[in-house]
């Protein structure tokens, strides 16, 4: 006659076992917490062997993305191109922004701002959701969730591409002639690139635990985009404000990817108010340094902080 034994519960330990905690219970028999956060370097280096994963998923997204449109993949370049005509418009027409700028440079000058600041904008508005939109996949697999607001940059870096072959037509039309500083617009894109994953990573964190952060953000942004001189020259609008106002501004890591990029295509499109062969200062650069590697640096570990948390709840 058989019998039915009882279930031996972690809570209730019987035998050799009696007295045990449930900790020590599961650190005798090898058990771990479902889901545990590796640490910092075992966690890099399970985000690194996923580098494959990552640039398919962004890949893939981004492809899907247009699917239904008849335009497609165009409306990448479109987009970016319909909002420098209507800045162009109500800035560089009706507000005159335009003066002062050599020729025809400010429709070069405005659509550098305008493609450089998207690519910030869209990483941090697709940042923000790479978590709550993607519930399904984080409770089905195992992975580090790191991925995903990393694939979301891609993702925008991958639109970016695109959109710089528009952008060199636009600037060579301009009257810019190539030179050695476009050579510079590769380490000005990486920098920045290293920004927006840092930044991505921050609101994935934050846009997991409260999601009504999605609804501000493009207010948030918008803000952003007045304030760093995206359509007009910031640093002539603030020439009489108190000096550490305009400390502040210069610090703002906006402006000194787009300061980067227009210095990089031409001088005379980063300050068409000096003269062409005035040399860029040199700080910009560390600025963008500092902001890339140090915002990455911190977005990075605090995301890998709250790891065991996302998808839960």
Known sequence: MSTVSEPVSLSTPRGVDAGLTPKQLAEKYGLAVSGARPGLVAYTKQLWARRHFIWAFATARLVAQYTDAKLGQLWQVVTPLLNCAVFYLVFGVILASKQGFPDNTYIAWLCIGVFVFQFTQNAVQSGTRAISDNLGLIRALHFPRASLPIAFTVI???QL????????????????TPGRTWLLIIPALLLQTLFNTGVS????RI???????????????????????????????IQTWPHYIQT???????????DLLRHAFAPVIYNPHQPVHQNFPPHQWAYALVWGVGMFVVGYVFFWKAEEEYGRG
């Open 201 to 204: 990573l921050v609101m994935a």
């Open 156 to 158: 925008q870096l991958q």
């Open 207 to 237: 846009g997991a635990k409260t999601s009504d952060i999605s609804q501000l953000i493009p207010f948030v942004m918008r803000a952003w985009m007045f304030l760093s001189g995206v359509m007009f020259s910031i640093q002539d609008k």
């Open 161 to 176: 591409m695109i959109s710089m072959v528009v952008l060199v037509v636009t600037v060579l039309a301009a009257g810019v």
């Open 248 to 258: 502040l501004m210069s610090l703002n890591p906006a402006t000194i990817y787009m």
